[in-house]
């Protein structure tokens, strides 16, 4: 990866992709791997900064000292999360 442009408008877009190519430009859809390098990096910024970081521009500001690599998916992904454990229903009269 070489960077990461967030939301780019439609003439933006189309300068990226012919300047790059469209083959290869990735649309990033919120599975991101974060190793502890990445988390380093994102706390460190996190102290300089009275905002909350944004993933993308921190994973943009990473990509360009660090190795990210890309993976390409071509099938549909949906997120279920982790499961929650099972709780117990709570009553104003303690667990059923």
Not at 46 to 60: D, G, H, K, V
Not at 65 to 80: A, Q, W
Request: glycine content about 6%.
């Amino acid at each position: 990866m070489a960077t990461i442009v967030e939301k780019p408008d439609p003439l933006h877009a189309r300068q990226l992709a012919d300047d790059h190519g469209p083959d290869n430009l990735r649309l990033l859809l919120g599975r991101v791997r974060l190793t502890p390098g990445l988390l380093h990096h994102m706390s460190a910024a996190a102290r300089r900064t009275a905002t909350e970081p944004r993933l993308s521009l921190a994973l943009a500001a990473y990509a360009r000292h660090h190795r990210v690599d890309v993976v390409t998916s071509h099938m549909p992904m949906v997120d279920l999360g982790a499961p929650e454990p099972a709780r117990p229903h709570v009553t104003p009269y303690g667990p059923r």
